[in-house]
């Protein structure tokens, strides 16, 4: 019903910059939240960030300050712009979205995952 497509992952060095972007497509009538986790290995998926329908957001402590999340709507596209970007922040980042399908349905799900390493 609705696919979540991640990317802009990648290699960037300590202290660096990189934008993540995710695309919902399918039957989507309206997306209520959008986010991102990410899970290190041999740790648990985490949350990094959350934005609702009305723009509202929700931060790890983590990355507070140096993340930002935003979306666009009428693209049904959610952003995570990383900057001052640390060894620790590598991970694979999973895009997630909470969205209404119809009146009846709701839909929530993953994207497959994008990698983003920090290392100089």
């Known amino acids: 019903q609705v696919q979540l497509v991640e990317s802009g992952g990648g290699l960037v060095q300590p202290g660096g910059s990189q934008r993540l972007s995710c695309v919902a497509s399918?039957?989507?009538?309206?997306?209520?939240?959008m986010g991102w986790y990410r899970q290190a290995p041999g740790k648990q998926r985490e949350l990094v960030a959350s934005i609702n329908i009305g723009g509202s957001t929700e931060y790890a402590n983590s990355v507070k300050g140096r993340f930002t999340i935003s979306r666009d709507n009428a693209k049904n596209t959610v952003y995570l712009q990383m900057n001052s970007l640390k060894p620790e922040d590598t991970a694979v980042y999973y895009c997630t979205a909470d969205v209404v399908v119809d009146t009846t349905t709701r839909w929530n799900g993953w994207g497959q995952g994008t990698q983003v390493t920090v290392s100089s």
């Open positions: 399918g039957r989507i009538f309206s997306i209520y939240i």
